[in-house]
């Protein structure tokens, strides 16, 4: 078996994985980066930039990169019930320059941040490679082995960080427990049509007496439309056969409805979410530590997906900077990361089960107190401290610049 050595062995190429190698390498650390994709040329449903992500991606220097690539700027998250405007949060309420939120191609976000890494000669990318094991000293996770047979490589690393996703294989090869919670009442079927004309630059969940749908313009010239469907109810909807489904989804967003007969052509065009909310017991052991949705999954309700990973890689970063230095990687001081960023991490899991129980249920008397509730809030102090906490978190997250080394030379920023 091959070997190589690091300081941070990453396992999971996508925002949470690829924004902490990059502030790793900005600190000095050598870091090997795991990717099981060989491309970013696949489809991802999340595309929405909270305020607080775009900060953290404008002080590493690749959100105005980005942005070049493509994307729209959202003014407004608006719930509209047959037409009506219940309620209506208007980010350019917030100071600028991030009054907005921005929906882009996660495919642009992660290229940048890819190329920004690859900036730095101490970055080692291994694409369309998978975790098959985790290398142990002395009772400790000391890396990863990637690979199988022959072609194995066993990389060394001061510490191991899992960022690959809601179903990490890096979690279940540290024997790490995950809580799965049953906290939403649907699940979303997301589909894709042409939009035909300007963007609306709003995220809109739409009510029209069949089940709400979630819609936002997406780069360069679709919408983007998710409908919801009772939790688990997808095969049982699938059964009618999929002219039935499509017909039920026309009368969910009569607005589109001739848009949705001509885009849906057969089920490869849609893409069911299992909505679920779950964390694992620990984020962190002797030599590693969970970020992301490996660590923590949520709905996609608030748009908090991308944002959430960007603000845990930003946390994680100054923990992993002291561990290196100080050449601790033991649970104890690893486990600062965790105790700082669950109660914010909690404090998400609640606001989405208020959000969605306001936005998505249906019948009885929520459908008759949610317009009343809609409009008291619009005029109250809280409207304002949840616009923020939507946009920012509980607790802002900035990445620490001042850990950041000078480059000089070819390698200069």
């Known amino acids: 078996m091959e070997h190589m050595e690091t300081d941070f062995c990453v396992v999971g190429g996508g925002p949470a994985g690829l924004a902490l190698s990059l502030l790793l390498l900005r600190s000095g650390a050598r870091v090997a980066l795991v990717e099981r ?19 953290i991606l404008q002080q590493l220097g690749v959100l105005d990169r980005a942005r070049r690539r493509g994307g729209y700027p959202l003014r407004r998250f608006q719930l509209v019930e047959h037409e009506r405007v219940l309620m209506d ?24 941040l890819l190329a920004a890494c690859r900036e730095h000669q101490d970055f080692t990318y291994l694409e369309g490679q998978s975790v098959t094991d985790l290398h142990h000293d002395n009772g400790k996770v000391a890396g990863a ?13 001061h510490v191991t960080v899992g960022a690959d996703g809601r179903y990490s294989k890096t979690r279940k090869l540290a024997g790490l427990g995950y809580t799965r919670v049953e906290a939403f009442e649907h699940d979303i079927l997301w589909f894709k049509i042409p939009s035909e004309d300007r963007p ?12 709400p749908v979630l819609i936002y313009d997406s780069y360069p010239d679709s919408i983007q439309i998710g409908w919801t469907l009772p939790h688990g109810g997808y095969k049982e909807l699938a059964s009618e056969g999929f002219p039935a489904l499509v017909r039920r989804i026309e009368q969910a967003v009569p607005i589109y409805a001739d848009r949705v007969r001509a885009s849906l052509t057969g089920p490869g065009d849609l893409s069911l979410l299992d909505v679920f909310a779950g964390s694992a017991d620990t984020w962190v052991t002797d030599g590693l530590v969970l970020i992301g949705d490996a660590a923590h999954t949520h709905g996609p309700i608030g ?31 690893l486990s600062v990361y965790e105790r700082t960023r669950r ?8 606001l989405q089960a208020r959000q969605s129980a306001a936005m998505l249920t249906h019948g009885g008397m929520s459908d008759r107190i949610r317009p009343l509730v809609a ?23 900035r990445a620490r610049a001042d850990l950041f080394i000078r480059r000089t030379g070819s390698q200069a920023a």
């Open 89 to 112: 949060i208007d980010y350019r309420q917030l100071p600028a320059p991030y009054d907005f939120l921005l929906s882009i191609p996660q495919q642009h976000l992660l290229a940048e």
């Open 145 to 157: 082995v990637v690979g199988r047979g022959e072609q194995r490589l066993r990389i060394d690393a």
């Open 375 to 397: 409009r008291l809030l619009a005029h109250t102090p809280v409207y304002r401290k949840i616009l923020q906490q939507i946009a920012f978190g509980r607790t802002p997250v």
């Open 200 to 211: 609306a630059h709003d995220i809109r969940v739409y009510r029209s007496g069949g089940s």
């Open 343 to 350: 109660p914010d991490i909690d404090a998400v899991f609640t």
């Open 37 to 55: 994709a060989r491309s970013f040329d696949r489809e991802f449903r999340g595309e929405i930039l909270q305020p607080g992500g775009m900060l």
């Open 303 to 333: 748009a908090q997906g991308i944002n959430l990973a960007l603000q845990d890689a930003a946390v994680l970063h100054p923990v992993l900077v002291d561990s290196w230095q100080t050449k601790d990687a033991g649970r104890e001081r």
